[in-house]
């Protein structure tokens, strides 16, 4: 069983990564927001997991850290009705802030799982009724984002001038929380802040 790769990025895709290791060409799935991370060319290791399609025979998912590959797999496995691939696409939302999400199913808050995260209300309390009693296994990765956000001063008048525009919460969050990633310096004017996360919302 393959357990870890490391090799070249020969093709980036939507959905994940052809790795060439000794001569050997894997197609590995990945979340897409550690795809976006990814280029051709570079070389890089992934934690892997094998998985049986009845389709597609022995498909391959990738993670980018071990914690990643152990929340997952509590994805794949608590979750009812829950295979590789949905596990994946929980696990993509789930990366946005992976201590906000902890925060959110412990804390047993749908609304911070629709508003941030982007999962619909019936997705949101399966989740929390299905981990509530086992993300504490989970190792924790970053520093929550959610408090930090919604006590900067321009969090308001951005996400009303975005809601104006036709932009869901949800989608106007994601935008701020990259801004702030990319340093975004919280004393600038509204509108030049409002400009910038339009230009991450409109790629």
């Not at 596990?87 to 047993?108: M, P, Q, T, Y």
């Amino acid at each position: 069983m393959i357990g870890y790769l490391r090799g070249e990025v020969l093709e980036v895709r939507e959905d994940g990564v052809l790795l060439l290791c000794a001569g050997v060409g894997y197609e590995v799935n990945m979340a897409h927001s550690c795809v976006l991370e990814l280029e051709a060319g570079k070389e890089i290791s992934l934690y892997i997991s094998e998985s049986i399609s009845p389709y597609d025979g022995t498909v391959l998912y990738g993670f980018l850290t071990k914690e990643d590959k152990e929340l997952w797999t509590l994805f794949k496995t608590a979750i009812p009705n829950t295979g590789a691939k949905k596990a994946l696409e929980f696990l993509n939302k789930a990366l946005r802030s992976v201590a906000d999400f902890h925060k959110a199913i412990v804390s047993k808050d749908p609304k911070i799982l629709t508003g941030i995260f982007g999962f619909t209300a019936k997705t949101a309390e399966k989740l929390i009724n299905s981990l509530k009693d086992k993300m504490d296994a989970v190792s924790i990765q970053g520093e929550s984002k959610i408090k930090v956000l919604d006590e900067a001063p321009f969090m308001t008048p951005v996400l009303e001038a975005l809601s104006a525009l036709g932009y869901s919460a949800s989608e106007s969050r994601r935008a701020i929380e990259k801004l702030y990633a990319e340093g975004v310096n919280p004393n600038d004017k509204i509108e030049n802040i409002i400009k910038e996360a339009l230009r991450v919302l409109k790629k």
